[in-house]
């Protein structure tokens, strides 16, 4: 199945192949306003965007819901020609088989943000932003997503925690590599209120830090001799193993 994307700033005679033309030729002076102005606004169509490239296409004003689309052969075309405006043509084949509320609790609030908030020429920047668009074309394809249930404070509450951590995780394996990353853990520790880290070595037994936790109202002991296992790295790690 196959579809067209349509631009405004696109009279009769604003065909931006013809307008490129002109101007390689060095007949920049020639150039009508009409062709000037659509130039201007509609000239990423064939600078920035190519076979290949996918789009999110809004289905109104203001944003309600949105559609994706990869851009197919031959790309940009200016079709009919002569129609008032919207003559500047991609064409696309869409990714989504119905438009995707922007509500949906399957699009994050940080999602709805950045389609919201564009960048310069309409493009999306942030990485996470275009991971979810390919993750929720994915899920439409293998049936998966729910578009269905409204997105909750409390959702966008537990993505900004997954994000915050994320990002986290990533400043402090990428800063304290090795055996680095048991003194960070150490000063970590160190630096909690009530937390004391009684050793710092492992005699053999498998753990890094040997740590103390004191009750915050009367000093008095809670916990004594806690093992503290410092690990930098990624993957799915089991909270025990049976012997």
Same mark, same amino acid.
């Given at each position: 199945?196959?579809?067209?994307? &349509?631009?405004? /700033? ?20 020639? &150039? ?6 659509? /130039? ?14 996918? %789009? ?25 020609? +002569? ?9 696309? &084949?869409? %990714? ?36 979810? %668009? ?8 293998? +049936?998966?997503?729910? %578009? ?18 994320? +990002? ?34 492992? &005699? ?27 690990? +930098? ?11």
């Amino acid at each position: 199945m196959r579809g067209q994307a &349509r631009f405004g /700033w696109s009279g009769p005679g604003t065909d931006l192949r013809g307008i490129k033309a002109k101007m390689d030729a060095g007949k920049w002076a020639d &150039r009508t306003t009409e062709e000037a102005q659509s /130039w201007q606004y509609a000239k990423f169509l064939i600078e920035r965007i190519g076979v290949g490239d996918c %789009l999110v296409i809004q289905m109104g004003q203001p944003l309600r819901s949105f559609v994706i689309g990869e851009v197919v052969p031959p790309g940009y075309d200016f079709a009919p020609g +002569n129609l008032d405006d919207f003559n500047h043509v991609l064409h696309i &084949r869409p %990714l989504t088989s119905k438009p995707i509320p922007i509500n949906a609790k399957s699009v994050t609030g940080a999602l709805k943000h950045d389609l919201s908030k564009r960048g310069h020429y309409y493009e999306i920047y942030p990485e996470d932003s275009i991971r979810e %668009l390919d993750l929720i074309v994915q899920k439409l394809a293998s +049936n998966t997503l729910d %578009l269905e249930s409204v997105r909750t404070d409390e959702d966008t509450l537990d993505d900004t925690q997954r994000r915050a951590t994320s +990002n986290i995780i990533k400043i402090i394996s990428g800063r304290w590599k090795g055996k680095d990353f048991e003194r960070f853990c150490e000063r970590i520790c160190e630096s909690l209120e009530h937390v004391e880290v009684k050793e710092r070595s492992d &005699r053999g037994m498998g753990y890094d830090l040997l740590i103390r936790i004191r009750n915050p109202i009367t000093e008095t002991i809670l916990h004594d001799n806690i093992p503290v296992q410092c690990k +930098n790295y990624s993957g799915d790690v089991s909270d025990y193993k049976s012997y």
